[in-house]
């Protein structure tokens, strides 16, 4: 699948355990360029088996050994010490669907959750109002539409403000622009 020259050029990247190739206690880890944590390697466009030329070095171990990964599969972790992006060894490696990676992670209690979430950590990134990026009124509009609860019908209220019938209910029931 890879020819030789490649795989010595992976192989030279990785520090292997020191207990020998069969060890499956131990981490190897990746020695070059990482990305979000997870080793990276070139893998020249002759020989590529996806569509980056930059492969995660976990699916190009995954895929030197066992050939291509199928559709909707990904190379997860499964490390003695606890999941370790930088590790390639093969032993530590499975396939499995994005939702086998979050019950996975929720078993492993590594799954960032409650006062460990990222929006708990940084509620600075949470924006409202007119500063979501998903907001179709502005602040002055939530105004005005409040302003005509009992006043108007829904419907004519939310034609003129091109939104949804349901979007005046719950602005008039302050379920939502608090």
């Not at 924006?127 to 005509?148: C, D, M, P, W």
């Amino acid at each position: 699948m890879y020819p030789d020259k490649l795989i010595d050029r992976f192989w030279s990247k990785v520090a292997r355990c020191p207990h020998g190739d069969i060890c499956a206690e131990c981490c190897w880890l990746w020695q070059a360029g990482t990305c979000r944590g997870y080793g990276t390697f070139f893998v020249p466009e002759a020989f590529r088996m996806g569509h980056a030329k930059v492969e995660r070095a976990n699916r190009v171990v995954w895929q030197m050994l066992h050939g291509r990964i199928p559709a909707g599969l990904h190379v997860l972790h499964d490390c003695p010490a606890g999941d370790n992006p930088r590790c390639v060894n093969p032993a530590h490696l499975w396939l499995g669907t994005i939702d086998d990676n979050q019950k996975d992670s929720m078993r492993k209690g590594t799954r960032p959750r409650g006062d460990q979430h990222g929006l708990r950590l940084h509620p600075e990134a949470l924006h409202y109002g007119e500063k979501n990026s998903q907001a179709k009124l502005t602040e002055q509009q939530v105004r005005t539409i409040f302003a005509l609860k009992g006043k108007a019908y829904q419907k004519d209220v939310a034609r003129r403000f091109h939104v949804s019938r349901s979007l005046i209910g719950l602005i008039w029931q302050r379920k939502v622009w608090q």
